[in-house]
Structure formats: C-alpha cells, structure tokens
C-alpha cells in the first residue's frame, strides 16, 4: 500500500483512534518503511523542560555532519521555541499554511549549519488541537517536499495532547527524552503507556539528558523500562547526555555569537551524536 494512501485513511478515522495519521505496521511491513530514503523521527517527552529541543537541534547537527539533507518541524504549533533557540526571526509559520495563506515551501528557513526548519506560531490557541482536515492538509504539504530531504525531525510538544500523540504517530523512530526529575519517568511511562496501549507503537529508543555519569544514566534508564517494558517489549537506550555548565551560558548570547556558538556545537556533539547515529543508521538500514 502506497504510504500516503494508509496515512489519509487515518486523517480520516480507523483503529487507532480518529484523526490521527502515521506510519503504523497496520499499514506498512518494517522493510517497506525503511526502504524508503525519508526517516522521520520524533523528539518527544512526557515532561517539558527536559530538552527536547536542544537535542533536536544537536541531532539535527549531528545529521548534518553526515552529510544528510535535515528538515525539523517545530511541533509545538502554538508554543513555538525552536526559532529562538535558532536566533531567527521568521516572517511566516505553519500557521499560515494551516490557514491556506501559504505553502511548507514558503514559509521554510535556512538554520545555522546548513539545517531547514519549519517554524511553528506561538501563542495561538487553536493550533494546539489540531483538527483532521487541518491534518491531511499538512500532510499534503509534507508530502509535496519529502524528496528534498533525508531526514525530518519532529520536535514535539510535551505530555499526551492530541497533538502530541499524532505527530508521534507520524514518526517512524521516536526518541524519548528523559531526566533525573521524577516528573519526567512518570510522564514518560504515561507518555509510553499511551502511545502503545490507544495507538498501538511499541517502538521507541531513550535518551538521557543532562546527567553527572554514565551510572546515573543507567538508573534512570532502568527506573523508566522496568515498568514500561513489561507492555512495550524490549526498550533500547540511544545514548546520555552529560550536563555540562559551560554549555548553558550559551544561551545567553547575542545573535552575533551564535554563529561562533553552532560552529563550536558541531565540535562539542560530534562525540555525543555522530558515533551514535552514525551506528544506529548504518542498523537501520542494513535491515
């Protein structure tokens, strides 16, 4: 089945709840998926605060490293944050798109390091509960400017929303952002729970953001799948994250020194992400 045929049909309503789309094993097979050059991968998180964005951004440079063509979607459509931690000023957003005012190609902006963004609004309302006809259109959009890219990233908002749960549903691979707070292993696993229980995914990886060590980061990692994996089945961990203070002052800086700060953040994640990604897509796509 062509995938743009399964996704409509679930813009439309089916099994795993109306007016949700994405890339399910109801429609394709494992191999069909990823024998197609697009990966979509969700950065997702039960909590906010927990970094979704600044992975999204260092992975995004990461993928850039290898040469990759990267589009992320800034899929806190009413919350947007990924354009200021970008320092950019965008003139149109989705918002425009989903008013039919314009095209994803239109309102999509060059980012420090050769990456794309799609910027999302921020402080409009109705965009945090997207509709199905507001759905199959940026589907449509989405559709129309896959082969220009190899990879997209989707920076989700946080929690359970409608919102959430469909551009989750939307991603072939989600990454689920965790933190030592308690908060973020509760509204991790229901974030999980959710996701495999209403809409049927049981394929996720975790990463673990801001830690002192590698041991922290094995805690926190068993704390969450401990439970979840007993309805999820096996849950791989991507990689941790060292907290790093120096990192922080970075955003605090003038947008005349975010040009020197992405040029230092290709050098300060290549251990961080380029190892890792480079294994886990060399994985992917030997299958």
């Given amino acids: ?5 399964g996704l409509r049909g679930l813009v439309k309503g089916g099994q795993n709840g109306p007016g949700l789309i994405g ?11 990823y024998n197609r050059s697009l990966r979509i991968i969700s950065v997702t998180s039960g909590k906010g605060g927990v970094g979704k964005t600044s992975v999204t951004v260092n992975l995004a440079l990461a993928l850039r490293y290898m040469k990759k063509r990267v589009l992320i979607l800034d899929a806190d459509l009413g919350l947007a944050n990924m354009d200021v931690m970008l320092g950019l ?20 902006i060059s980012a420090p390091g050769g990456i794309k963004l799609l910027p999302a609004a921020s402080g409009i309302q109705e965009l945090t509960d997207l509709d199905g006809s ?3 259109l940026l589907l449509n959009e989405l559709d129309m400017i896959q082969d220009m890219f190899d ?8 929690g359970i929303s409608s919102n959430v749960m469909y551009f989750n549903f939307a991603a072939m691979e989600k990454v ?14 229901a974030l999980i729970k959710v996701l495999t229980h209403k809409y ?10 801001a830690v002192r060590n590698a041991s922290e980061a094995e805690r926190i990692f068993r704390n969450l799948t401990l439970v979840a994996e007993f309805f999820t089945g096996v849950i791989p961990m991507l990689c941790y994250i060292l907290f790093q203070d120096s990192w922080c002052r970075h955003f605090k800086v003038s947008r005349e020194q975010l040009k020197s700060y992405f040029d230092q953040a290709m050098e300060m994640t290549h251990e961080a992400y ?3 990604m480079r294994e886990q897509w060399s994985g992917e796509e030997s299958r």
């Fill in 89 to 108: 000023n965008p003139k149109y957003t989705i918002s425009h798109v989903l008013r039919g005012e314009k095209r994803l190609r239109d309102i999509m």
């Fill in 151 to 158: 990879v997209f990233l989707i920076d989700t908002g946080a």
């Fill in 134 to 136: 507001q759905r199959l």
């Fill in 274 to 276: 380029h190892r890792t």
């Fill in 176 to 189: 689920v952002i965790v933190t030592n707070e308690p908060t973020s292993l509760t509204d991790a696993y």
């Fill in 23 to 33: 890339l399910s094993d109801k429609f394709l097979t494992k191999n069909e998926v």
């Fill in 1 to 5: 089945m062509d995938q743009a045929v």
């Fill in 200 to 209: 049927h995914q049981k394929k996720y990886k975790v990463l673990v953001n």
